[in-house]
């Protein structure tokens, strides 16, 4: 937080609105917009307000599933869950459908399904490199107070290159809509 400033990541992790943390207008950038996804209700949040940017500005969506090969040491011998080739078709497949429930024919021929292995954070700071924009939904679980933004979502504000736009899913309240 030194480097970035306490003030970026206080808006980051307690805003209600979409919050973009620029660290650097000077490096060059092509106009992908890079979103990581998953199931949640953040990682849904993300990818829509990710299509609505990447229209905005006439730029292609990257959409970014990161897995974890599962390895377990038993007593009797290691246990290795599916090859990196069924992970990454398993992943591609998620990636589409969610695609197509979250975004439906406004997803369009310029978004594309990327698979990574690695660590979700490592796998987004990555596949940013270059881009106009990193999109992150943030979920944190912690129960501690003021520690609003999940890991991922810190660590790839902290260090990618591009800015970072954290969106935070809707409040109950907010989702349900006006009373």
């Known amino acids: 937080s030194a480097v970035l400033g306490s003030v970026a990541l206080q808006c980051s992790a307690h805003a209600r609105c979409p919050v973009v943390v620029v660290r650097s207008a000077d490096r060059p ?11 949640s209700p953040a990682g849904r949040a993300a990818l ?3 299509a609505e940017e990447a229209r905005r500005r006439g730029g292609p969506l990257e959409v970014v599933v990161a897995c974890t090969p599962v390895v377990t040491w038993t007593e009797f011998a290691p246990y290795a869950g599916p090859s990196e080739h069924e992970l990454r078709e398993d992943a591609e ?17 310029q978004v594309r ?7 979700a954070d490592d796998v987004l700071v990555d596949r940013a490199r270059g881009a106009g924009l990193l999109v992150v939904g943030s979920r944190s679980r912690s129960r501690l107070a003021g520690m609003m933004l999940g890991s991922v979502a810190l660590r790839t504000v902290v260090a990618a290159e591009c800015p970072v736009m954290v969106v935070h899913p809707p409040r109950a309240a907010e989702a ?4």
């Open 176 to 179: 349900a809509g006006p009373v």
């Open 29 to 39: 950038h092509d106009d992908r917009v890079v979103v990581g996804v998953d199931d």
């Open 48 to 50: 829509i307000r990710a």
């Open 93 to 109: 497949r998620f990636g589409r459908r969610l695609v197509e429930e979250v975004l439906g024919a406004a997803g369009g021929s």
């Open 113 to 119: 399904v990327v698979v990574d292995i690695g660590a």
